[in-house]
């Protein structure tokens, strides 16, 4: 999925400003896509440009900054969104994830430096899991699509801390330190 689908999609639902849909992307995607302002923004002024979204308001900022733009769909949009929508083109589930990459090479690092980053990673997938939770409810509204998206980050999150608690108690126990060799192998293999 590319951020220009996202933003398309979201424009469905109301005219947002930049900041709406990065924080909707955040709160309500995150299990599933990440985005920063410096590929929001371009993919705003480069879609502007295609005609696929224009700018329903210009107004000033209350801070004085940049003046806050308000975008809106166009029926061009809605139109290369549905194309996107039936296309058969969907590649296979990427996760990019940080603390994975991380944890592979815990093994060169301390055993309780481990255990606090993994700490952390629970608590706020702990907290993530509380505040998925709380909203499911509004999400069953929004349809099937919508509930079945957000029943799937809820379980995700489940999964997750499940994950995470058992990863723990294994590093914990010596098991990851006896296993750092063999991981070590299967990253690198002697040429």
Same mark, same amino acid.
């Given at each position: 999925m590319s951020v220009k689908y996202a933003i398309l999609g979201l424009l469905h639902y109301?005219?947002?400003?930049? !900041? +709406?849909i990065k924080g909707h992307i +955040?709160?309500?995607f995150g299990h599933m896509w990440t985005i920063n302002y410096g590929q929001l923004y371009p993919n705003l002024k480069s879609m502007q440009e295609e005609g696929l979204i224009t700018l329903a308001d210009v107004s000033p900022s209350d801070l004085g900054g940049p003046h806050k733009k308000l !975008? @809106?769909? *166009?029926?061009?949009?809605?139109?290369?969104?549905?194309?996107w929508l039936e296309s058969e083109d969907i590649s296979p589930m990427v996760l990019r994830d940080p603390f994975l990459m991380r944890f592979i090479f815990f093994g060169f690092s301390? %055993? +309780?430096?481990a255990v606090k980053i993994i700490d952390h990673q629970i608590k706020m997938y702990e907290e993530q899991y509380t505040?998925? *939770?709380q909203h499911l409810e509004r999400w069953r509204r929004r349809g099937p699509y919508v509930r079945l998206v957000a029943e799937l980050g809820v379980e995700f999150n489940q999964m997750y801390v499940k994950w995470l608690k058992r990863?723990?108690?294994e590093i914990l126990d010596?098991? @990851?330190? +006896?296993? %750092? @060799? *063999?991981?070590m192998e299967l990253l690198l293999p002697e040429e």
């Open positions: 109301r005219n947002m400003h930049g !900041y +709406e +955040e709160r309500h !975008y @809106a769909i *166009t029926a061009n949009g809605r139109e290369a969104f549905v194309s301390s %055993k +309780e430096q505040r998925r *939770t990863a723990r108690r010596g098991g @990851a330190d +006896e296993a %750092k @060799a *063999t991981r």
